[in-house]
């Protein structure tokens, strides 16, 4: 396990961009629907139980929750999005906020995008990749849950995801494998942190 992504340790939440720490320094942000594994992901990416909270209390979903790796370095958890029983008017403040910190936050290098691998690229999903692609925001997707299904059925959905993805002409996105609950994926998207974060590998 890598070191430097256990030692991350949660900072601050955030209910709107004004309350993010300073934007200095370097960060990776994490979206994704609602349930598509995003908490189970950066805990086992961080080697934690309960970095960030599983359990959906209301009020804490609704925040940007900032982790910090070291004095420069964070990641920050975005508010799911795709809550069924939501309010328009609620699910519309959540956008916002989640779009005014993407789109002006300096020290963002990258997003990881979590879909769960039974149900990739719905319709907000495309959304939030149309809007990167159009910020110049690199993006990453993991697509988790890949326990869920068989080794030949989840090597064809990453296929199928990341030829849906080139015919929509996000050639920028790159796709991987991800299960929370077997650790499988994990290598390869500290890799990509690693390069957002400019970290040149394991700190030992
Ligand atoms: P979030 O709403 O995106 O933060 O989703 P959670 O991380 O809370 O996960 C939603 C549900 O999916 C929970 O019941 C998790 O236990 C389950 N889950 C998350 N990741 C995995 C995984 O890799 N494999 C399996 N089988 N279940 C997972």
Redesign the pocket.
Known sequence: MNPYYRGARFLISAATPAQAPPDEGLEVAFA?????????????LCDQKAL?K???TPGR?RLLNFFALDGQCRLV?LP?YGFARVPEAVKRQWEKSMLDYLSKRRALQGLIL?M?IRHPLKELDLQLLDWAAHSGLETHILL?????LSHGAAGNSLHQTRRALGRADYTGVSVQL?????H?GIEEAHAKLDGWLKKKGPVS
């Open positions: 994704g629907r609602s349930n598509a594994g995003k908490s189970s992901a950066i805990n086992a960030a599983t359990a959906k979903t958890d799911g979590v769960d988790t849950k890949a326990d869920k991800f299960s929370a609950l077997r499988q």
